[in-house]
């Protein structure tokens, strides 16, 4: 953890364009850094081959005196539930040990197609069902804070991968908070966008109502170059939104000064530790520095965000999971002797225990009998937890409070009960819910030297005014 | 309501495709009915002016024009992960036994 070894995105962009370094140099410079970071388990494999090709392709067109893109030779690390050709993609899952996927993630060829490299996947909790990667099926990514501790998750590899800077950004899912979450625990910038602004074309489905992509990076602008290049409509996904008419990277008009923002009193209950306690009201100073007029609001609903969640989250799960049967791709058993007795083998030895459970609370939850009182109401509760925003939303510009109610855990603290596991997206899986933007930025570190999250919530499909505002809070945080 | 019974986690281990050992149909027992005990809190918000929420982009009927078209992708690359084909089928198990 010591200097910068990536300059910002568009200045790599830059010095490839111009020739003072290779895209070859950068995604090799890449694997050195993989390498020598072996210890944490961010990277689940390394794209190798297809990464140098393509880095020799982009050094051709350089040599030809072509255009190469707004990030051309920008190395970059996936979450492996992304799909990617020149590799396999597993999800971290038994399930899908050695896929290999026909086509490419929407978002991945979009990235290509201005000149990034994919250069690894990175590990998570299988199928982004967690909050640590300690569901991986392969491994447990460390926090490069304190290889003690988890990096959080379930995009904790691409977190860890970044704060190490194997690659200078990386790719992430956030259903519940698997952005924001594992971004604070590693001290960097998680974005969450607004629900379709990112294509979920070729990334494993978990929850789909509130599946979003976002990027995991070392600063806003690189986060917002990232967007830029990635949002808007895809014909392949239908729930797809369109993109801002403005550029997201075009952020000078936004500016904090006469601007209201509520602090969150739900998410700033008397337990918090009091480090977090204490980096929220330093950004809240920082906050009214700028011009802004902070007050304290309640949304008196977010305690029921958590319940309403585990009822739609495992409900879309068993849905999406269905689709592993073994018949058209993953694992198969080799013991079945009937159709059914292929599914139910192939599940039960493919699957592991987290997305077991996920499975059976959604089937129970989705069961005549109970659909009313568990799917339909928690349904019905986030109509009003979407009320409720919107309600804030009238009055204040940008919603705030921390990302998660602790800094990074132990390796071990939570596994034994799923309850206490799934309590760590408490702050966070409100903004999936409501489909609102939210980011994480790194606001001090507790005394430990572990990282502290701030997250900022803005209205459903302000995300450039999100990113405005978060450009200004870390330039004041600094 | 939320305290299941081993028979309970046996039904929904049968719905969802899954055989579970006996050590995972005890754990699977305390832990689901603690998750359900916890989203119990539900039940106590007054839901009855609500609307459920499927979605939050608003958009509705999604569709595209019912053309052929050519996928950047061919049948074989489709396949290329089918434990078992045939003449350009998937082959399953029988399905009677």
Redesign the interface.
Known sequence: MSGAKWKPLDVIAQDVQSGKVTAKELVEASFGYIEQAKEYKAIISVCRERALDRAKEIDARQQQGERLGRLAGVPFIAKDNFLTLGGATTAASNILNN??A??QATVIDRLEAEGAICVAKANLDAFAHGSSTENSDWFTTKNPHDKSRVPGGSSGGSAAAVALELAPFALGTDTGGSIRQPAAFCGIVGLKPS??LLSRNGVIAMAS?TDVIGPLARSVADAALVVDVAAGKD?WD??T?DRAAEPYTKLEEFSLSGKKVALISEYFPESLPTEIKDATKQAIEKMTALGATIEEISLP?L??S???Y??IGPAEI?SNLARY??????H?SSE??????????S??EG?G?EA??R???G??VL?SGFYD??Y?????????L?NEFNQAFEEYDLLIGPTAPTTAFKIGENTKD??QM?LSDVMTVAANL??VPAISLPSGTAEDKLPIGLQLIAP?NHDRKLLGYAKEIEEALK | MAKLTQEDILHLAKLSRLELSEDEIVQFQQEISTILSYVEELQSVDVSKLTPTTQVTGLRSVTRPDEIRQLPYSQTELFMNTPETENGYIKVKRVLS
């Open positions: 896929f290999n026909p086509y629900y379709g109502s014909e239908g729930t939104i609903s305690p029921l958590l319940a309403c585990y009822v068993s049967d073994g018949q058209r791709y993953g198969v079945a002797e009937s159709l059914e007795e292929a599914y139910t083998k599940r039960s699957f225990s077991k459970r499975i059976m609370i089937t129970y069961s009182a568990y339909r109401r928690a349904q019905q509760v986030r109509t009003k979407i799923p309850m799934y409501t489909g459903q």
